[in-house]
């Protein structure tokens, strides 16, 4: 059964009815200088679910100028780390008493199952903000035996300042968390400026920020277009540091932002098209689960996603035939509805590219053997609905195996052995993920050890932990963001020399 707008929690109704939304700079909530807003649209349908400030250059440059004051002149700097680790924590609460709202909200938004956006979207996110809520206190620096006499050295790990967060679409409330909660915990101040076509978790976020007793400045949410606002902030003199999660392409233009105005520090986490290799030895049934899952979570729509099935010759036929069943299993629908498991695409142009490649694969010579088109059925035809599709005979050389797609379209592509697995897995310009399936240990260590990609998963596929660092080589990204790592990228060490002789 679809919910309907009446059966929404009356919260989202609330927010949802509460003219349009508004930009958090200096803790207060305004319209942008230019008055413009745009609309923001619920996939599973194409109607609007509501309009947003459409801030820019200008909005950006006045939250910058909030968070650098927040930064230099304090509270937040000034804060001891206790009391910073409990406005972390009480956040992390507010987002669990809020979380079927925020929940709500982001299927709405991003069109994900709503079961989904329960367990791994909300349930991931406080499990962050948690996480890091432990960390002020942890941020340590270190006396270091310099060879100098009469000399004591140290470091001092230091909040890199402004931040400004760039935030995709694909889990809005999750990547944004990813990014503050880090950045609140080594004490930086932020300009957040959510994906337009999912700005409603992150309004909501802003809005328990304040709740939570975060002092105003601190946490500023700019909503507006990439190329306006997000290129803003990426090029503005006062900013410290960018963070960025979304696709190639945005990441070089803003590392040449950054490189072109104060060589501000970035990180990033861009795209992927990882391999998910399944050998012979593996347990099969699990096996076969993991790589279908693997492409087929959150709509394909993940920087991780399994999209390149990699598949041992003796099995490969076995294997290729279930993901094809698996995917001809699964229920295309709203979020809102229960039964489903493949929601909306999040836009009409995700649409348009994904459907691109879905024609181009049998060009190219591979075979379609589930979906390949736009979904149909009751109900279907006003969203963003595609079918989930496999690509099989697959050749690692294809543009449909080369380029990520970034939708439910998998290429099942087959393999002789350990070598020749290793060097097809890398042939690629990305590094995110990975997954080997086998039973042989030794085997799983050395594929582990030899793909290069910041993350191998083996015998499972997709976990991610605010503790464990997560990243990419190669064209995948700059930085590790989790666990300490995070701490890095929002920190600046600091050497001091004191000279302890006399005269
Ligand atoms: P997609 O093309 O899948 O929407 P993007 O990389 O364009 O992915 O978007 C990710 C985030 O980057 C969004 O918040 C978007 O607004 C922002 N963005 C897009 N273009 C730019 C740009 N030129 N400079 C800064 N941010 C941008
Ligand atoms: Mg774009």
């Not at 699964?330 to 489903?340: E, F, H, N, R």
Request: proline share 5%; net charge negative; hydrophobic share 45%.
């Amino acid at each position: 059964m679809v919910m309907t707008a009446r059966e929404l929690d009356p919260r989202v109704q609330a927010f949802l009815a509460d003219g349009p939304k508004r930009l958090l700079i200096d803790g207060a909530w305004v319209e942008a200088a230019s008055g413009r807003t745009f609309a923001t649209l619920d996939p599973a349908t194409g109607e609007r679910l509501a309009e947003v400030a459409e801030g820019d250059a200008t909005d950006i440059d006045r939250a910058v100028k909030a968070a650098r004051r927040a930064f230099d002149e304090g509270p937040w700097s000034t804060m001891t780390p206790a009391e910073r680790s409990r406005l972390i924590w009480r956040l992390a609460d507010l987002i669990e008493e809020r979380s079927e709202v925020l929940a709500q909200l982001e299927t709405l938004d991003n069109g994900k199952p709503l079961a989904v956006a329960r367990r791994d979207d909300l349930g991931g996110t406080v499990d962050y903000f948690r996480y890091y809520a432990g960390w002020p206190t942890k941020v340590e620096g270190a006396t270091v035996p310099v060879s100098v006499a009469n000399t004591f050295a140290y470091t001092l790990r230091q909040p890199v300042g402004v931040c400004g967060q760039i935030i995709p679409w694909n889990y809005p409330l999750m990547m944004a968390a990813w990014k503050v909660a880090p950045a609140l915990a080594a004490g930086c101040t932020i300009v957040l400026k959510p994906a337009e076509q999912t700005p409603l978790s992150a309004l909501l976020l802003g809005e328990l920020c304040l709740e939570a007793g975060i002092p105003a400045g601190v946490v500023n949410v700019v909503t507006g277009y990439g190329e306006t606002a997000g290129a803003a902030l990426a090029a503005h003199p006062a900013v410290d540091k960018i963070a960025f999660t979304g696709s190639t392409e945005v990441g070089r233009l803003i590392l040449r932002a950054a490189s072109q105005s104060n060589l501000k520090k970035v990180s990033l986490e861009l795209g992927g098209k990882s391999p998910n290799i399944v050998f012979a030895d593996a347990d099969l049934s699990q096996a076969r689960e993991g790589a279908a899952g693997g492409i087929f979570y959150n709509m394909g729509q993940d920087c991780t996603a399994g999209s390149r099935v990699f598949v041992e010759g003796s099995i490969y036929d076995d294997v290729a035939q279930f993901i094809a069943d698996h995917a001809k299993g699964l229920t295309v629908g709203s979020g809102l509805d229960a039964a489903t498991d493949i929601g909306p695409l999040v836009s009409q142009e995700q649409v348009d590219r994904v459907l691109g490649y879905m024609q181009l694969g049998p060009t190219e010579g591979a075979r379609v053997l589930s979906g390949g088109g736009r979904a149909q059925g009751a109900g279907l035809d006003r969203g963003f609905f595609v079918q989930p599709t496999v690509l099989a005979d697959a050749r690692n050389d294809m543009r449909v195996a080369q380029e990520e797609i970034f939708g439910p379209v998998v290429t099942v592509i087959p393999f002789r052995d350990v070598e020749d697995v290793i060097r097809q897995g890398n042939d690629i310009a990305y590094g995110l993920g990975a997954g080997v399936w086998t039973r042989d240990l030794a085997k799983a260590h050395r594929v582990a050890a030899a793909i290069r990609a910041g993350t191998v998963w083996v015998n499972t596929y997709g976990p991610t932990d605010p503790a464990l660092p997560f990243g990419g080589f190669k064209a995948s990204g700059h930085g590790r963001e989790m666990g300490f790592e995070a701490i890095h990228l929002y920190t600046e060490v600091k050497s001091v020399w004191v000279n302890l002789g006399e005269g």
